[in-house]
C-alpha cells in the first residue's frame, strides 16, 4: 500500500481504540521495552511526549519509569522546520505549541547525538522497518544527525502486516519495532 493509504487506515484503527484500550496496550509495549532492552540508569533516551488528540502511545509511563531509574530523557521539539531534543527533568516545565503538542518551554538543543534509543512515533511500520508517520519528515531530519549506534525504536498497536510501496531510498528505516505482543528487529531487512 502506499504511505498515503497506510496512513489513513491506521490513523482510523487508531481512533477506534477506546481510551482504556490505548493505555492498556501502551502498557504492554511499555513492559515489552522494558524487558527486550532493559534500559539502565545514565542511559540516553530520546522520546517523544504523545498527542492525545491523535491517540499515540502513552509514553508518560516510560517517561515516569525513566525519571525514577535515572536515565537522561531528551524529547522532541520544533524550532522553525527542524527536530531538536531538549533534556527534561523531573521539574520541567512544558506548553503546548500550535499543533497542541505538548512540549518543553525551554528551546536549548542538548547537542546530544548518540543516544542508547530514539524511541519514535509512527503510524504503521513494514516488516523491513519503514515507517509511515504524519508526513512532515522531521524524524527523518533528525536521524541523519544521530549516531549510527543509536537504536531507532518504533512503538505501534499494530503488528506489520502489509508492505510500504513507496519507501523511497533516502528513507532511514527503524532498528527495531514494539508492540503489545513483540518486539521485532529489522537488522535482517525483513522479518520472516
Known sequence: MLKAELRKKYMQKRKALSIDEAFLLSEKIFKNFIEYFKPSQNHKIHIFIPIEKFNEIDTRIFIDNFLSQN??????KIIDTKLISVEIFADSKFELNNWGISEPVSNEDSGVSDFDYIITPLLYCDKFGNRVGYGKGFYDGFFE?????SKKIGVNYFNPDENIDDAREGDIPLDYLVTPTDVLSFFN????
Open 71 to 76: 536515565i537522561r530523557i531528551f524529547v522532541p
Open 145 to 149: 544527525n544521530i549516531s549510527k549506534e
Open 189 to 192: 531487512k525483513g522479518l520472516e
